[in-house]
């Protein structure tokens, strides 16, 4: 979805968008999506909170895309806030589907397993506005960086996506639910999104002082089941030495670990899995 061109939205192509009554019906081609965009955007809120939470936020980025002259975007968004507004599940975008500098890859695709772990997690319903708010910065983020646009204005989006993301597994993990830390493919280093939510464990460890916390390391099924059994041991003493430098008492730490035996999302085997290369944390 690289924009090899940036074209104005030109005003006969605006003059094209009529209110209409909304019609859920209606097969997603460009000109239902110019038929229907005014009406999505002026429609009284209705369905799913989450949904109507993604509306918003991607009307918000046709706006932005309408500014930047950006047709290609401006399109990409504008289907998936009428999308939203049908009630339709409307998932973030895959990292795939951009153009990235390898430096950017593996930060964003840990990014979209943490969003895609707390979605699952019914993150939709338990905290709806902020797990919206999470999915369309994320795909700003992502946007952002394949057009390698200034530091400052990629910071606005991972920032309103990593401030969300941690009101929903807030909302998660203080009904039973773990924290999730992912980790690169082969890799155990913790990366800046990985540290910000071991900021949050913290944080809820103080105060809520639990007696015992189990840190369990995994792995996905690509590689030797020995190598990942050894790799999902270093990603949990990574983790559990992180967090006893954060001032979490060593002796209220269970390390264990379980290589590959224990995924979230079957795959076969030598299959690479982002939400699989996870460390989980739960508050005994």
Not at 30 to 56: C, I, K, S, W, Y
Not at 198 to 205: E, K, P, R, S
């Amino acid at each position: 979805m690289h924009s090899v061109m940036k074209l104005g939205l030109i005003g006969a192509t605006v003059a094209i968008l009529l209110a209409c009554s909304y019609d859920p019906e209606l097969v997603d081609t460009t000109e239902v999506v110019l038929h229907e965009l005014d009406a999505v955007r002026e429609m009284e809120p209705q369905g799913p909170a989450f949904n109507q939470g993604l509306r918003a936020g991607y009307l918000d980025y046709t706006d932005v895309m309408t500014e930047e002259f950006d047709r290609t975007d401006y399109w990409h968004f504008a289907f998936k806030a009428v999308d939203s507004a049908k009630g339709e599940l409307v998932t973030p975008d895959l990292v795939e589907s951009r153009r990235l500098r390898p430096d950017n890859v593996e930060e964003l695709s840990a990014a979209r397993a943490r969003l895609m772990a707390a979605l699952e997690q019914t993150g939709r319903k338990k905290a709806p506005l902020p797990a919206a708010r999470a999915q369309t910065a994320f795909d700003c983020w992502l946007e952002k960086a394949e057009e390698n646009d200034p530091a400052e204005q990629i910071a606005v989006c991972k920032g309103v996506f990593e401030g969300a993301i941690t009101e929903v597994e807030r909302a998660l993990t203080t009904e039973g639910e773990a924290y999730l830390v992912f980790f690169a493919w082969d890799q155990a280093e913790l990366t800046p999104v990985a540290l910000a939510v071991l900021d949050q464990v913290q944080a809820d460890f103080i105060r809520g002082r639990p007696t015992r916390l189990v840190v369990a390391g995994h792995a996905d099924r690509s590689g030797p089941e020995p190598y990942n059994e050894a790799l999902s041991e270093q990603r949990a003493r990574n983790v559990a030495r992180a967090l006893v430098q954060r001032g979490v008492p060593e002796q209220a730490l269970d390390v264990e670990w379980f290589g590959e035996r224990r995924p979230r999302i079957p795959t076969p085997d030598d299959q690479r899995e982002p939400r699989n290369r996870r460390v989980e944390i739960v508050f005994g």
